[in-house]
């Protein structure tokens, strides 16, 4: 079935870095750009960053450019975000999608989302 899961989150302390995974199944990968978002306690869900399906076409947030980098292994159906100089307002539960645009971080152009993992960043 299709599915989108999401690994290696976890507590890290300012400035450090994580690498977020999202392996997905039951689907053309390199069909569908990728994006993913996070969602904060107490507030909306917002888009972080997405990729094009092929061609390495990147949508960024203001809030994480310069520090985030989202790639993709198709031949792995994986897609990454390297996350670095992490901030504790970076603290949230990130998702990764399945999307119809990559141009845009708006959640209309999702429609499979993964379970989600957490990243916390504190000292």
């Known amino acids: 079935q299709l599915q989108l899961v999401e690994s290696g989150g976890g507590l890290v302390q300012p400035g450090g870095s994580l690498r977020l995974s999202c392996t997905a199944s039951?689907?053309?990968?390199?069909?569908?750009?990728i994006g993913w978002f996070r969602q904060a306690p107490g507030k909306e869900r917002e888009g972080v960053s997405c990729m094009s399906a092929i061609g390495g076409q990147t949508t960024y947030a203001d809030s994480v450019k310069g520090r985030f980098t989202i790639s993709r292994d198709n031949a792995k159906k994986t897609v990454y975000l390297q996350m670095n100089n992490l901030k504790s307002e970076d603290t949230a539960v990130y998702y990764c999608t399945r999307r119809s645009r990559w141009s845009t971080l708006d959640p209309a152009y999702s429609d499979v989302w993964g379970q989600g993992t957490q990243v916390t960043v504190s000292s």
């Open positions: 039951g689907f053309s990968f390199n069909s569908y750009a």
